[in-house]
């Protein structure tokens, strides 16, 4: 618990058997090629119509509450396919924090090497900084232009640390990452004929007991245009 609590992420390797990793794989491909797109999400309303994504997701609210006392409830998840031709170079291929704080759990469905472009997670990474620095970014959003910085910077906070080292995280197909999205990290690169299969559970948590006004007010009004948007649109 210690040590996620100073770096802000864990692994576990081989958190799923072959079974049921074959399974997954086959639920992957057939959402993604259904859809034809290299990436699917899946809301937590829609999860009872999904049984191997449902009973996953319990063992690892499971395994979070017990290895780092972490109290979590599902979001998302999102299906994603990543090829050489997919990667660019903005967010998130370059080092960040997300704006909005989850708890996100990245499983791998094929072995990630170098190649492959693994989650770089930063080793050096201080938490409680980066929560200042996330909250200050809302606290610069003036009112009027929030809907537009939230397009121009939809990811995340950029880290401009040059002093942040980060650790590529290659692990065994079935293996999970946990990270604190105030750690900074970002999508390696992946080389041409090779690929990234991965699913991303995204979770909220209460991090913290403390409580910002000003931050809590700029996500409301976040909120709203994003209603008001789809009645708009």
């Keep these: 618990m210690k040590f996620f609590k100073d770096k802000g992420y864990l692994e576990k390797i081989k ?10 794989e086959d639920l992957y491909n057939h959402e993604l090629n259904k859809n034809a797109e290299k990436i699917v999400k899946i809301d937590f309303v829609k999860l009872d119509n999904f049984k191997i994504l449902n009973s996953i997701n319990k063992s690892l609210i499971e395994f979070v509450k017990k290895e780092i006392g ?3 409830v599902l979001r998302n998840i999102w299906l994603q396919r990543s090829t050489y031709e997919t990667v660019h170079t903005g967010l998130p291929y370059i080092p960040h924090i997300d704006k909005k704080r989850y708890f996100k759990i990245f499983l791998y469905l094929n072995n990630i090497k170098i190649e ?14 980066n929560e200042i620095k996330r909250k200050q970014w809302w606290h610069n959003v003036s009112d009027k232009n929030i809907d537009q ?78 209603i008001k948007n789809c009645y708009v649109n």
């Design 15 to 24: 958190f799923i058997d072959k079974t049921v990793l074959k399974d997954l």
């Design 70 to 72: 972490l109290n979590i």
């Design 116 to 129: 492959n472009g693994p989650l770089n997670v930063s080793t050096n990474s201080i938490i409680a900084d």
């Design 149 to 226: 910085i939230n397009k121009e910077n939809a990811h995340g906070v950029v880290e401009k640390n040059k002093n942040i080292n980060f650790k590529p995280l290659c692990l065994p197909a079935g293996s999970i990452i946990g990270l604190d999205t105030n750690c900074a990290h970002f999508a390696g690169h992946i080389k041409k004929g090779f690929k990234r299969k991965i699913l991303r559970f995204n979770y909220y948590s209460n991090f913290e007991n403390s409580f910002d006004i000003k931050y809590l007010r700029k996500k409301f009004l976040l909120n709203l245009i994003k």
